[in-house]
């Protein structure tokens, strides 16, 4: 079972240029999210999505996009790379509608740590 | 807005327990979690409460004040192994994790 898979684990941009990070997983989960996490700090939300089709913007929705077209996949694009955007970026995945532990548990990707030139 | 609290560092001894405390002020709830996180790593998940109480695994247990919008995570025969930030979470009624800033846990020999 892989989980959470992430692409690229390590990536330098210059500034103006533009790349999509990969989340893909296997859980059948419906939610998916994208969190950034500055040095020393917390996770902030970027975009998330409730299922194929729907997405939404979370607490730092500038300079990113995404889409959710099927339930295992949900990139994230850098339109036009800035030095703010240098960060570690993190995937999650968890289940939406179901109460208990699977409510709250998170799965995450190994993270993207992006250097922006 | 929504917020947890939780302290930024704490600092225990190998062997001691060690309790890391988180309040929260969300829209709607649905339980709180707890993950650790080792430097250079992704969060893992630890524990949940959806009911107030305690809930243990292991040398770790979670417990959660409803009423008080309180938790904390105990962390019991410290291991150096321990050593890492720990995070509390809440789900809201937007489906969305809200997250503290972390708590970074130094563990001393």
């Known amino acids: 079972n892989a989980g959470v898979t992430q692409t690229p684990k390590f990536q330098v941009l210059k500034t103006g240029q533009s790349m999509t990070l990969q989340c893909a997983q296997d859980m059948n989960h419906e939610y998916m999210s994208w969190y950034r996490q500055d040095p020393g700090m917390g996770l902030r939300l970027i975009h998330y999505?409730?299922?194929?089709?729907?997405?939404d913007q979370g607490e730092v929705p500038n300079g990113y996009n995404v889409s959710r077209s099927t339930t295992e996949d949900f990139p994230l694009r850098l339109l036009s790379a800035a030095p703010s955007q240098t960060s570690v970026y993190f995937c999650?995945?968890?289940?939406?509608?179901?109460f208990g532990r699977g409510y709250t548990e998170a799965f995450f990707g190994q993270g993207t740590r992006l250097t922006v030139v | 807005g929504q917020s947890l609290e939780q302290p930024s560092e704490v600092t225990a001894v190998e062997g001691a327990i060690v309790q890391i405390n988180c309040t929260y002020q969300?829209?709607?709830?649905?339980?709180l979690s707890w993950y650790q996180q080792h430097d250079g790593g992704a969060p893992t998940f630890l524990s949940y409460?959806?009911l107030d109480g305690l809930e243990e695994t292991g040398r770790f247990s979670s417990f959660l004040s409803r009423s008080d919008s309180y938790g904390y995570l105990l962390l019991q025969e410290l291991q150096m192994k321990d050593s890492a930030s720990y995070f509390c979470a809440v789900r809201d009624s937007n489906y969305q994790l809200i997250w503290g800033a972390g708590t970074k846990l130094i563990i001393k020999p």
């Open positions: 999650a995945s968890s289940y939406s509608f179901t």
């Open positions: 999505s409730v299922g194929a089709g729907i997405t």
């Open positions: 409460n959806a």
């Open positions: 969300t829209s709607g709830f649905y339980g």
